[in-house]
């Protein structure tokens, strides 16, 4: 059974940085799209970013090319998202989530879903 939790969220002021985990288990990763997701109040659930294992090809939302880097550690089958540069606009809940197929990003692709981590940025 597949099961994705994040960790690393919190609260942090505008401009500031925060780093995202998602460690998974449950499988052999070598084969999954690995994706963040968020969802701000009041707002549907929109894409961040996404990676595979092989080969690390990372694709970003615009909002976060820049800013943001997803990365993988396979050995530790984690999943990060460093966050730079942080505004206002970038407090929502952050969502890990796994496929087991090629990179999506659309939310209905995604089989498996972690619990998510709250990220605030104040101003």
């Known amino acids: 059974q597949v099961q994705l939790v994040e960790s690393g969220g919190g609260l942090v002021e505008t401009g500031g940085s925060l780093r995202l985990s998602c460690a998974a288990s449950g499988d052999t990763f070598s084969n999954y799209a690995m994706a963040w997701f968020r969802q701000a109040p009041g707002k549907e659930r929109e894409f961040v970013a996404v990676?595979?294992?092989?080969?690390?090809?990372?694709i970003y939302a615009d909002f976060a090319k820049g800013r943001f880097t997803i990365s993988r550690d396979n050995a530790k089958n984690a999943v990060y998202l460093q966050m730079n540069s942080l505004k206002p606009e970038d407090t929502a809940d952050y969502y890990c989530a796994a496929r087991q197929s090629v990179r999506s990003l659309y939310e209905r692709d995604y089989q498996y879903w972690g619990q998510g981590t709250q990220v605030t940025v104040s101003t």
């Open positions: 990676i595979r294992w092989n080969p690390n090809s990372p």
